[in-house]
C-alpha cells in the first residue's frame, strides 16, 4: 500500500473553514499595520502614492494566496489522519480485524494510531480466542440439536470476522 495522498483538500469543510480564518485574520492585521503607519504620525510616516498603493495590494494578494495555500498544507497533515481513521475504522466494521492505521511522517495523531493499532491488536487476539473456543465446542458436540443452530450462528458470525492474514 503506498503511504501517499496527493490531493491537498481532504475534508474540504474542515480545511477551507481553517484557512478562511487564517486568510482573514492576516488581512486584518496587514491592513491593520498599513492604516496604523498612514495614521499615526512619527518620523517615518507611511506616504502612500497610487503606485504605492497599486504595489501594496498587489503583493496583499499573493500574501493571500501564500497564506491560504499555507493554511490548506497545515490542515492537510490533520484532515489526512482523520481520514485514513475513518476509513480503517469503517473495515474494521466490515469485519477485518487486520487492517491497522499507517500514517505519514508528519502527520499528527501518531499517538492516537498507535493507541487504534493497539486496541485492534488486542481485539484481535479475543476474537480468536472465541474462535478456537466455538471451533472446539463445534468438534465435541457433531449434532447437539437446538444448541447446535446457536454454535452454528456463532461460528457463521466468527467466519465474518478476518483475523487471520490472507497473503
Request: charged share 20%; no cysteine; proline share 2%.
Amino acid at each position: 500500500m503506498q503511504n501517499r495522498r496527493t490531493k491537498i483538500v481532504i475534508n474540504q469543510k474542515f480545511q477551507h473553514q481553517y484557512a478562511l480564518v487564517v486568510v482573514v485574520l492576516a488581512v486584518f492585521l496587514t491592513n491593520l499595520f498599513i492604516i496604523l503607519r498612514s495614521l499615526i504620525p512619527s518620523e517615518q510616516t507611511l506616504e502612500l502614492s497610487a503606485q504605492a498603493a497599486w504595489a501594496i495590494g498587489i503583493i496583499e494578494v499573493v500574501l493571500l494566496f501564500g497564506v491560504w495555500y499555507g493554511a490548506l498544507k497545515a490542515t492537510h497533515k490533520i484532515a489526512g489522519p482523520v481520514y485514513v481513521f475513518t476509513e480503517r475504522l469503517k473495515a474494521v466494521g466490515a469485519g477485518d480485524l487486520w487492517v491497522r492505521i499507517s500514517l505519514r511522517d508528519g502527520d499528527m495523531f501518531k499517538e492516537e494510531a498507535a493507541a487504534i493499532n493497539a486496541s485492534l491488536e488486542q481485539l484481535q487476539s479475543k476474537v480468536k480466542a472465541v474462535q478456537s473456543a466455538a471451533n472446539a465446542l463445534q468438534s465435541a458436540q457433531p449434532d447437539a440439536g437446538a444448541n447446535g443452530d446457536d454454535l452454528e450462528r456463532l461460528m457463521s458470525a466468527l467466519t465474518a470476522l478476518r483475523v487471520v492474514r490472507e497473503d
